[in-house]
């Protein structure tokens, strides 16, 4: 379940720097670390799973260009 993986396996898994993920969540106004994982994000900020998943796809998918 993506929820269970942290910042860091997010973009290793996309293959996208993780320095540049925590920046455009912090563009967001999301405080994270590479260590961060992904439901602690969605508690914290009263996310529900798809609103979360939708803005991760949309960051990764401009990084990846």
């Known amino acids: 379940m993506l929820k269970y993986h942290t910042v860091q396996e997010l973009a290793d898994y996309f293959n996208v720097s993780v320095d540049a993920l925590v920046e455009k969540l912090r563009e967001r106004d999301i405080e994270c670390t590479p260590e ?6 969605e508690y914290k900020y ?19 260009g």
Do not use: V
């Open 46 to 64: 009263e996310m529900d799973r798809g609103e979360l998943k939708a803005m991760l796809e949309e960051i990764i998918n401009e990084l990846r």
């Open 36 to 41: 961060t994982k992904l439901a602690e994000i």
